[in-house]
């Protein structure tokens, strides 16, 4: 019932009062989330390698009256993990997007290549994730961490067997640390995005063959953009999410879950 000291309870997709970092926020899929996150409220830390870009881009949301800050990352070295996280403040919300890949038949992988995607996509991933998650579990105030993981989480394609190692690997410490970490009020989930466009793919998905098999057997049969896969990624952060934990949840169009074909019934 409606009474004059009614008070709308807040939302609970707002992140306010909350810091977040994200992990590979220059560009692409995580410049979205990171965008979004700071829309939501959330202080929030966009990390990279390109430090003139964050710049660039954390001026823009201050721009808007949002709050944000900018730190140079670079998961493809453990030390330089350890160094960085230095500088970075506790958080309440870890989205770990970082991520590079090559494509090439198994057999044709360098050990440079393979040593790169998995130092970058996974195992930079797990020692950043390690050191404030730690903080997290320290400080006793619970948490959020998103993994940006891969449709190779949860099933396969050809010629992209490095990342999918290390795809299929943050699922698994998703879990885990769902399992592990619950006791201390933090939530780990998983995001699995499906063909989005970005400087990841963008040659990939230039010919038009590519883009016809898409919509030959998906059901939003366009490609997805960064901008898709967002708004997830706030909502696994606040506390609307609170009782979910270790998922991986495709953004995908529906490829990994239901099949188009030419067949019509008759009318
Ligand atoms: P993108 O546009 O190439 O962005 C990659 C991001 O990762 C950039 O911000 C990049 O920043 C950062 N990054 C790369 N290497 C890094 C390093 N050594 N240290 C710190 N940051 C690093 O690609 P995207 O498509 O948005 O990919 C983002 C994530 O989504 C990746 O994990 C990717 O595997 C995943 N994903 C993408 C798709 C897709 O279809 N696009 C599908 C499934 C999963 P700097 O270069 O400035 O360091």
Redesign the pocket.
């Known amino acids: 019932m409606y009474t004059s000291d009614f008070m709308p309870t807040p939302s609970p997709f707002s992140l306010q009062g909350k810091t977040a970092l994200v992990?590979?926020?220059?560009?692409?899929?995580?410049?979205a989330i990171a965008k979004e996150i700071a829309a939501a409220g959330a202080h929030t830390i966009l990390?990279?390698?390109?430090a003139d870009?964050l710049h660039q881009e954390v001026e823009a949301l201050k721009a808007q009256g949002l709050s944000a800050d900018a730190r140079t990352?670079?998961?493809?070295s453990n030390d330089k993990v350890d160094e960085a996280c230095k500088e970075i403040p506790d958080l309440d919300i870890l989205i770990n997007?970082?991520?590079?890949?090559v494509r090439k038949r198994f057999e044709d992988y360098t050990p440079e290549e393979y040593n790169l995607i998995l130092q970058?996509?996974l195992h930079?991933i797990v020692r950043l994730t390690q050191i404030l998650g730690k903080r997290m579990v320290d400080r006793g105030t619970g948490g959020k961490i998103v993994m940006?993981?891969?449709?190779t989480s949860l099933i396969a394609f050809p010629f992209l067997s490095p990342?999918a190692i290390t795809?299929s690997g943050l699922w698994g410490l998703t879990r885990v640390l769902a399992a592990e970490w619950g006791r201390y009020n933090i939530q780990v989930n998983c995001i699995?995005?499906?063909?989005?466009?970005?400087?990841?793919?963008r040659e990939m998905w230039k010919p038009q063959f590519m883009r016809d098999w898409l919509r030959s057997g998906q059901a939003n049969p366009r490609l997805?953009t960064?901008e898709d896969i967002a708004p997830l990624a706030v909502f696994l952060s606040s506390r609307g999410s609170d009782y979910v934990t270790g998922q991986c949840i495709a953004v995908d169009g529906g490829f990994t879950t239901t099949g188009i074909w030419p067949f019509e019934p008759p009318k």
């Open positions: 992990a590979g926020a220059s560009r692409g899929i995580g410049l990390a990279a390698r390109s870009k990352l670079d998961v493809s997007v970082a991520g590079t890949n970058t996509n930079g940006i993981g891969s449709l990342y795809k699995a995005p499906g063909f989005i466009e970005t400087d990841l793919n997805g960064p």
